[in-house]
């Protein structure tokens, strides 16, 4: 069975800073992509950045030059440094990673149960 353990998320001070990390554990035989989504009530999830095997990235016009996306495939996380962070960031910021098990080799998409930022002063 593949889990994705989120954490991170708190209160924190309009500019400040914040890094999320998502862990996957289980029969996992490879990683492919590894996104970071959020949401806000009443609003549709949104994709923040993404990371794929290749190291090759993409980011929200809403965060370049502010987030950054990073990953190591050791340690089967994704992590996602937040810099500058603004009232607008306020969300539940979910990660999903995109796995082949060990077992069956089958390709499924995991997600994080959602960890909540929040940017207030």
């Known amino acids: 069975q593949v889990q994705l353990v989120e954490s991170g998320g708190r209160l924190v001070e309009p500019g400040g800073s914040l890094r999320l990390s998502c862990v996957a554990s289980g029969n996992i035989w490879s990683i492919d992509l590894m996104p970071w989504y959020r949401q806000t009530p009443g609003r549709q999830r949104e994709l923040v950045a993404y990371i794929n095997n290749n190291e090759q990235t993409n980011y929200a016009d809403s965060v370049k030059g502010r987030f950054t996306i990073f990953r190591d495939n050791a340690k089967k996380t994704v992590s996602l440094e937040m810099n500058n962070l603004k009232p607008e960031d306020t969300a539940v910021y979910f990660c999903?990673?995109?796995?082949?098990?060990?077992?069956?080799?089958?390709?499924?998409?995991?997600w994080g149960q959602g960890t909540q930022v929040t940017v207030s002063s």
């Open positions: 999903k990673q995109v796995i082949v098990k060990d077992d069956d080799f089958t390709e499924a998409d995991y």
